[in-house]
């Protein structure tokens, strides 16, 4: 498989198959409008996929399995605590970045995608990454003792929704500059230093 991921005509399909997805969702989107897209022919597509839904199937297994990676990296690397809190809020948002409700509802309403099941892997093992990393940095001195794991779980769970907010989002130049106000936030509250 890593020589066909290679092949500039499979990263056309690749490319193309994924902004055609995130825009407009899985079942509006045809193989044709791929081809056209890529600039591939149909028996091009057909040599790296059966149909579209395999090529769904792929691009959002690699997708997730590219954001788990990060996050993993994250965790591992030598940054400061708040740099790896941000890192992670980071990857989370790219992740979902430019993703359609019409994709996401095709996930939910298409059982041939059959990717509901991984959904909820991929969450869980995300999920088990991050209140590893908080239990480690609790252990370590890293984090308060005092504060339960599963409210600050709670707590970021809050704090991804502020970006579903567009008069909020509106009022920064960046996403960035959000994450890292809402990490100061957290950090270091209402009080001056």
Avoid at 21 to 33: M, P, S
Avoid at 91 to 101: D, G, H, M, N, P
Avoid at 150 to 177: A, C, G, R, T, W
Wanted: proline share 2%.
């Amino acid at each position: 498989m890593h020589i066909i991921k290679d092949n500039p005509k499979f990263q056309s399909i690749y490319n193309t198959g994924k902004n055609l997805f995130w825009k407009h969702g899985i079942k509006r989107v045809t193989v044709e409008e791929v081809c056209k897209e890529a600039g591939v022919s149909k028996m091009t597509f057909y040599k790296f996929f059966p149909n579209k839904i395999e090529l769904a199937k792929t691009i959002w297994h690699e997708e997730v399995t590219n954001s788990l990676s990060k996050y993993r990296e994250v965790v591992d690397s030598n940054l400061e605590f708040q740099d790896k809190i941000k890192e992670m809020i980071t990857i989370k948002l790219k992740a979902s970045e430019e993703i359609s409700t019409e994709f996401i509802s095709d996930i939910y309403k298409m059982p041939e995608l059959c990717l509901q099941s991984q959904i909820e892997k991929y969450s869980n093992e995300s999920i088990d990454i991050f209140v590893n990393f908080l239990t480690n940095s609790q252990k370590t001195g890293l984090i308060r003792k005092d504060i339960k794991i599963e409210f600050i779980m709670y707590y970021f769970n809050q704090m991804s929704k502020i970006f579903d907010d567009e008069n909020l989002v509106s009022n920064y130049k960046h996403p960035q500059d959000l994450i890292m106000e809402s990490m100061n936030f957290l950090f270091y509250g209402l009080l001056s230093k």
